[in-house]
């Protein structure tokens, strides 16, 4: 996947929120994004995921792709397992091993007791062990995480680690904002925060 020239403003007019980002993400990467408050990463994780586009340069080559964002929204009228067994159908999936990918994801990150509970009444740790759970349902081979170990207790942390790795180990690309840098065990491979000084 690559980005080439790549510029984000929110508005004609506005500033730039990011410009003239080049990267290359190369199979079997792992990528932390790096940055000060409010210096484009969730900006950058956007476009890298394809939620949002650019209003400048081109992104190509994207991958199946998943992502988790910072604040999941929860507001959705399913249970966790309703929820994810419908997303598991979006990718392609039979009801049944949709059902059971569902609730294998949730009991290994800890939240097996939390499928039928409807997701408006999850409390955050609960919304965003979903959230990481319909990420990884489908097997992405480019995973895109917005600061999400934060608040994660130790074996939801030690899973995502888990997933991350073989993600990373059949040649996929997870890149991830992580703001307690000393904390993140992964090697940066790339980091970002240089194209994202351009933008000052
Ligand atoms: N949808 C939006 N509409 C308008 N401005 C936005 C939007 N999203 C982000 N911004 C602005 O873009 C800038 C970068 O925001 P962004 O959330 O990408 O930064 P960040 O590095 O992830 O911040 P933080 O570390 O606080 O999470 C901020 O000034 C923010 O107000």
């Not at 049944?96 to 955050?124: C, H, I, N, Q, Y």
């Not at 990884?136 to 081979?141: F, H, T, V, Y």
Request: aromatic share 6%; proline share 6%; hydrophobic share 45%.
């Amino acid at each position: 996947m690559r980005l080439e020239a790549v510029g984000r403003r929110y508005g004609i007019g506005k500033p730039w929120v990011l410009r003239d980002v080049d990267l290359e993400l190369r199979p079997g990467t792992l990528v932390r994004i790096e940055g000060a408050n409010s210096s484009g990463k969730s900006t950058l994780l956007r476009l890298l995921a394809g939620i949002d586009a650019p209003s400048a340069g081109r992104i190509t080559g994207r991958p199946r792709t998943a992502y988790v964002p910072e604040r999941f929204p929860a507001a959705l009228p399913f249970t966790a397992l309703g929820y994810l067994t419908h997303l598991g159908r979006i990718h392609g999936m039979r009801r049944g091993p949709a059902v059971t990918a569902a609730r294998r994801w949730l009991e290994r990150f800890g939240a097996g007791g939390l499928a039928d509970m409807p997701l408006a009444e999850l409390s955050k740790g609960g919304c965003q062990k979903v959230a990481l759970a319909q990420a990884l349902l489908a097997g992405p081979e480019l995973l895109v995480l917005d600061e999400v170990w934060t608040g994660l207790d130790r074996r939801a942390s030690a899973e995502l680690d888990r997933a991350v790795e073989l993600i990373h180990g059949a040649g996929g690309v997870a890149v991830f904002a992580h703001p307690l840098a000393a904390q993140c065990r992964y090697f940066v491979t790339t980091t970002v925060w240089t194209c994202m000084r351009k933008t000052r």
